[in-house]
Each structure stands twice: as C-alpha cells, then as structure tokens.
C-alpha cells in the first residue's frame, strides 16, 4: 500500500488549503480513506474519512462545514479540502488506509498510513 501526503504549507488564519493522497489503484478501491492531524504533544485525532464503498464521509465536529474530503479514483488520490483555517488547525496531517467499509475515526482501525504534511496557521 503506497500513501503519499503532500500540499501542507503556511497559511494564514482564514485561508485555504489543499492536501492530497497520493496511492495506487487497487488500495482506492478497496481501503477506506482517513485523513487524521497531530499537533505537538496531542494524540493523533481524526479529521475526516471516506467509504471506499459508497463515497459515504464522516468529519470530526471541529472540521465539519470547513473542511471537504473527496477521491478521484482515476488520478488515484484523495484530498483534504481545507477552509477557513485557524491555528488551532496547525498539525502533521496523515492520510491513512482502512479495511472497514464505514469511515472509523479511531486510530488502531487503519492499518497503513503515509508520511505526514505539515500545516500551520498563522494568527
């Protein structure tokens, strides 16, 4: 299972960004799809997912109406749409592999994860 992460940067409060998955063909088919964000000294969190099965998305309360999670099964990447960021926003995002058809938020549900992009909102 191949997941790249990429598209972090600096913003400032309010803007937007764009991250995106990287992997290939056969884990989009058949893998859930999470994004999940660690900032310094806190657990991992979940942030989004998305149904390998029916498309179907699931969003932490603290994203929910700012941040989108989409897939382009053609292109084979997933993406972290990224709006009205503020700096309790800042963290490593990881994008992240399940086997569960629904959209788990729990960390022990994915069993592959990429690398990390950072993301910090300045104030």
């Known amino acids: 299972v191949q997941l790249q992460a990429s598209g972090g940067g600096l913003v400032q409060a309010g803007g937007s960004l764009r991250l995106s998955c990287a992997t290939d063909?056969?884990?989009?088919?058949?893998?859930?799809m999470g994004w999940f964000r660690q900032a310094p000294g806190k657990e991992r969190d979940f942030v989004a997912g998305i149904s390998y099965r029916d498309g179907r998305t699931n969003y932490a309360d603290s994203v929910k109406g700012r941040f989108t999670i989409s897939r382009d099964k053609a292109n084979k990447e997933v993406y972290l749409k990224m709006n009205s960021l503020k700096p309790e926003d800042t963290a490593v995002y990881y994008c992240?592999?399940?086997?569960?058809?629904?959209?788990?938020?729990?960390?022990?549900?994915?069993?592959?994860w990429g690398q990390g992009t950072l993301v910090t909102v300045s104030s």
């Open positions: 992240a592999a399940s086997p569960f058809h629904y959209t788990p938020t729990r960390v022990h549900a994915y069993d592959y």
């Open positions: 063909e056969r884990t989009i088919g058949i893998y859930t």
